[in-house]
């Protein structure tokens, strides 16, 4: 499950475009934040995607991801031209291919790799869609297969592009726009696939052409109720309205770090989701936000802010421009704990949090805003500075954030946690997370 959200520049405090994503996964599938510079690449080089080879092609651009480590692809990403792509699971009433394709997260990275504008990658997205199909378990311990719907923003434009096996449908939009886990086109777009309302009509989803509608008539209502999909998005929607014309990437991080209207802790429930997703006991919250990622896209020297950790409002997000890239190579993390890895050495503190969630986030809250909002404040001032200052910049912002991580992590395992019976399946949904990922 995932949230991605964008805000043109006439709905942005400073004019400039804002693209936002919370990637959810499975509570162990570690994610890792990848720097790749531009390429060129010999004729008949072959690239090899998560699960099939397709030709690569002549010249690739700088990206930077936030991906499954297992997965060639990505969740989420931004490019050296200030191209981001996010990606949602969506849930179709067609079937979905057992033969291996390109799944989302491939076609995503794609996108980023080979296009300059969000029109641009629908093309490419599109194409290799069609040629390639979609196909493959994009699940980590457990199998799960779906269908993909896709936010992309550049600088000047952003587009939604929604897919239904090889069908698809894009829609420029203006203003404010959010996906979550459903489909969200209905009677009008800008562009689809040949045959896409012809299928629905065949098999009986619709009764004519005219009324046609990609939501209604695509969309799988078990899965789609389940996910929580309909209400987080409203929920985002909401949100990016009442800011309209005044959003900014501090609005972007909030939302992100959002727990509904309610506030709702994450040990209750066993059924419901909110934009900062906790997994818990029970079949439908089994996934938990594992990267967070907000872009400031301009055509020069796009910034993106993200935590490279689990769950926002335990973490910190960190700047990184496209253009600078990042300042180290860090292992990549696997599906245990790896003190190596920034993700694990955040996953104590997420996991510690967790067990009286309330209490102990108070216990750093406070610290966490403040030094988020330094970051901030220094990478505006460092704006027009050279590339390798602030690519200094970020590590020294890698470094702080780390320290204050370790800080947090003494403080919040020397504290009680007092819950009561109500909290009990949460907590025993943990300790089989816990002891899975062999967590100290």
Known sequence: ????????????????????????????????????????????????????????????????????????GAEM??????????????????????????????????????????????????????????????????????????????PHEAWVLETAGNHWAAKQVRGVYAISNALTIEGEWDLASRGLAQTALERGWCRSAEAFDLQRCYSDWLYTTFSDARRRRSR????????????????????????????????????GATTCMHASLGPVRGSQTAGSLVASLRPQASLAWATGTAAPCTGLFKPIWLDAGLPEREP?????????????????????????????????????????????????????????ERRAYTAACLTEADAATARWIERVERAPARVGLAALPHRLAWR?????????
């Not at 890792?32 to 651009?61: F, K, N, S």
């Not at 949100?239 to 991080?253: H, N, Q, W, Y």
């Not at 969630?357 to 220094?378: I, S, T």
């Open 1 to 72: 499950m995932c949230d991605t959200l964008v805000a043109t520049g006439d709905a942005t405090q400073d004019g400039v475009t804002l693209f936002a994503k919370n990637s959810d996964r499975e509570p162990n599938e570690a994610q890792q934040l990848v720097w790749r510079p531009a390429a060129d690449h010999p004729a008949g080089e072959i690239l090899h995607c998560t699960y099939i080879e397709i030709p690569q092609v002549a010249h690739t651009h700088a990206v930077l991801l936030s991906k499954p480590f297992w997965i060639w």
């Open 77 to 154: 990403g931004v490019n050296e031209h200030g191209l981001a792509i996010g990606n949602e699971a969506v849930f179709t009433r067609l079937g979905y291919a057992r033969e291996p394709g390109l799944i989302g997260m491939d076609l995503l990275r794609l996108g980023l790799e080979r296009a300059v504008t969000a029109r641009e990658a629908v093309t490419v997205i599109t194409e290799l869609l069609e040629r390639y199909g979609q196909g493959g378990n994009c699940g980590y311990l457990h199998s799960l297969r779906y269908h993909n719907s896709f936010l992309l923003a550049d």
């Open 236 to 271: 985002n929607m909401a949100l990016l309205a009442e800011r309209a014309g005044c959003i900014t990437p501090e609005s972007m991080m909030a939302i992100l770090r959002d727990h509904g209207a309610e506030d709702r802790p994450p040990e209750r429930g066993l059924v």
């Open 332 to 388: 990549a993390p696997g599906g245990v704990y790896d003190a190596a890895t920034r993700y694990w050495r955040h996953e104590r503190l997420h996991r510690a949090t967790l067990q009286h969630y309330g209490p102990r986030l108070a216990l750093y809250r406070d610290e966490r805003d403040g030094l988020e909002q330094r970051f901030l404040q220094g990478a505006r001032e460092l704006a027009s500075a050279p590339a390798d």
């Open 432 to 440: 089989g997370w816990n002891r899975t990922a062999r967590m100290p």
